[in-house]
């Protein structure tokens, strides 16, 4: 049996974590022995508890010192990092995996590791752009020494890195000056992103939304990245224009006190849901009836794929990779657009009742559902896996 561990800064909510929670859940058990080592500390997500549900050793090194707390005085940050940094080896040396597969940041723990005596493969999935993570320019300061601790675990470890679509490949390899990058496309559950599964009426009125009221919805972690300063924007435009709509925000983050203050100083307090972190999204997206995903960058971009599973229209930016518009229900705006441009583009859709009509099933578009489908994704991974430990040996 091949033993994995997977490293990962937090296990809340978000493309990254719902992968290594999808990687647990649908790998061959049987062949793979999984356990995940969590940087921070627990924060009572869908994704833990399935972990906890699936009986997968899960650690969470910040909770080895002072618990879940957040409010600690500088000495105490200190006592916190000193023990994750022995946390980390101890738990890794105690796995002893064949595979490290590691998830968003290095950072300096693996300098730490007895990787040669340890003799197992290293992976890092690259879950963002290259410029978010890393650079090459000395006076970047954190991005670049993350960039030469990464180059170090290629050049020196054989690392192998699994980017996320063919154009993130090839400018990895260029970046790091390496051929060992897979492409992996990220996936999703088509077994639940199915519109045909649900009745929006019923989710609508649990939520207090009415027949008439239009709504725009979005996933995602309120963080700088998601742009959400925009969609409030649109949302107060289409409200001063007279329209009946509905703002949907699912997601948590840094940015929750900003974009509260933002909702009441914009006037739509009663336009607006902000739901926390959910375990029922497909039933939240049933009950939307536009997607708006405005992101000032993103590597992949998996929630949208699952709004288009979902037959939603989707106003996108520009930047958001051209691997995840796999549907004609995408609309793409430039950033530099006015607000009144975004507001026309996502009130557009009004009218248009065809959102359940639409089953991830259907031939729509190009699109293939297989090459989006987060089993067979799984079993790509596992074959990267197998052949790695092959090649140890």
Not at 59 to 74: I, K, Q
Not at 190 to 199: G, H, Q, T
Not at 317 to 325: A, G, I, L, Y
């Amino acid at each position: 049996m091949i033993r994995v561990t997977e490293c990962i800064t937090t296990m809340s909510t978000g493309g990254a974590e719902t992968m290594v929670k999808d990687y647990c859940q649908l790998i061959d058990r049987s062949r793979f022995d999984m356990n995940v080592v969590v940087l921070d500390h627990r924060y009572q997500s869908g994704n833990e508890q399935i972990l906890d549900d699936l009986g997968i050793r899960t650690e969470y090194l910040n909770e080895a010192a002072y618990g879940s707390r957040t409010d600690l005085n500088v000495i105490e940050k200190v006592v916190r990092t000193l023990v994750r940094f022995h946390a980390f080896r101890r738990v890794m040396l105690k796995e002893d995996p064949d595979i490290i597969h590691i998830h968003l940041l290095v950072g300096p723990y693996f300098a730490l590791l007895p990787l040669k005596k340890m003799k197992c493969r290293l992976v890092m999935t690259i879950h963002n752009v290259f410029d978010n993570y890393f650079s090459t320019d000395r006076s970047a300061g954190r991005k670049y020494r993350e960039y030469r601790r990464v180059y170090k675990l290629i050049h020196k470890h054989g690392m192998t890195l699994i980017a996320l679509h063919e154009s993130m490949r090839k400018e990895l390899m260029q970046r790091f000056d390496t051929d060992r990058v897979i492409t992996v496309n990220n996936g999703i559950d088509m077994s639940r992103f199915d519109p045909a599964l649900y009745d929006r009426g019923v989710k609508r009125a649990e939520l207090g939304i009415a027949e008439d009221e239009y709504v725009i919805g979005n996933v995602g972690r309120l963080h700088e990245q998601k742009n959400h300063a925009l969609i409030l924007d649109v949302a107060a435009c289409l409200k001063n224009r007279g329209e009946k709509v509905r703002l949907l925000l699912i997601g948590k983050g840094p940015l929750y006190d900003d974009i509260r203050k933002k909702i009441e100083e914009l006037g739509i307090s009663e336009e607006v849901i902000l739901l926390s972190n959910r375990s029922d999204v497909p039933e939240l997206m049933s009950a939307m009836d536009v997607f708006l995903f405005p992101s000032r960058w993103e590597g992949y971009g998996n929630v949208l794929l699952e709004a288009q599973c979902m037959g939603l229209e989707c106003v996108i930016s520009d930047k958001v990779p051209e691997c995840v518009r796999i549907s004609d229900r995408i609309h793409t705006l430039s950033l530099e657009d006015e607000v009144t441009v975004w507001a026309d583009e996502v009130i557009r859709y009004k009218d248009k009742n065809e959102a359940n009509e639409y089953s991830a099933n259907a031939e729509h578009s190009s699109f293939d559902p297989s090459d989006y489908d987060m089993k067979n994704c799984v079993k790509k991974i596992e074959r990267v896996y197998e052949e790695l430990c092959n090649d140890q040996q």
